[in-house]
């Protein structure tokens, strides 16, 4: 049975996708809880409103606002719903990449579709690094003979499909080398 979470528990070891709303949607209202921290919680039946300037790792939980950018405060709405159990011990995260973009982003295995291979929460973190760093940087290739984009894909699809490292896949027979 899948973990139930409400006001009481929710930033409890959790994971959880926030959708941003307009600020105007808790203008009116008074925080239920403001954290050491100064974000401010407002609470309703189905979720709660989290007005922050800051989000990713927050106390012992991995929350995540899409639909804007997390930098300087902004307001996010989750359903009780949308949290899900997270610990550092069990495989849970998969990563995701759009190349076009050159971004990359973890997701948890209790969302739906799992479409990658599944890691803790540590280990999905430091392979988002190595990930990012493939993907949003040229610094990697300085000694490449060949096509730089197509060597960025390969190691990139190695690195979120596989458990193999970074030294190993750059030892390989991978293209541009």
Not at 37 to 54: A, M, N, P
Not at 75 to 100: E, H, M, S
Not at 113 to 122: C, D, E, K, S
Request: glycine share 6%; charged share 30%; with cysteine.
């Amino acid at each position: 049975m899948p973990a139930s979470f409400n006001r009481r528990n929710f930033h409890q070891h959790t994971f959880c996708l926030w959708l941003e709303r307009p600020k105007t949607e808790i203008e009116d209202r008074v925080a239920d809880f403001t954290s050491r921290t100064g974000s401010r919680y407002f609470f309703d039946e189905t979720g709660v409103y989290r007005l922050s300037d800051h989000w990713a790792r927050v106390a012992n939980c991995r929350w995540r606002l899409e639909g804007g950018e997390a930098r300087g405060q902004r307001l996010g709405y989750a359903k009780w719903t949308d949290f899900l159990p997270d610990d550092d011990d069990q495989r849970l995260y998969w990563i995701a990449v759009d190349f076009d973009r050159k971004e990359a982003t973890y997701h948890h295995r209790d969302q739906g579709i799992v479409n990658g291979w599944l890691r803790t929460a540590p280990q999905t973190i430091r392979r988002m690094r190595e990930v990012r760093k493939i993907l949003c940087t040229d610094e990697w290739a300085a000694y490449l003979d060949g096509d730089v984009e197509q060597t960025r894909r390969e190691w990139v699809s190695e690195l979120i499909q596989t458990d193999r490292t970074l030294a190993a896949i750059r030892t390989s027979g991978t293209a541009g080398r």
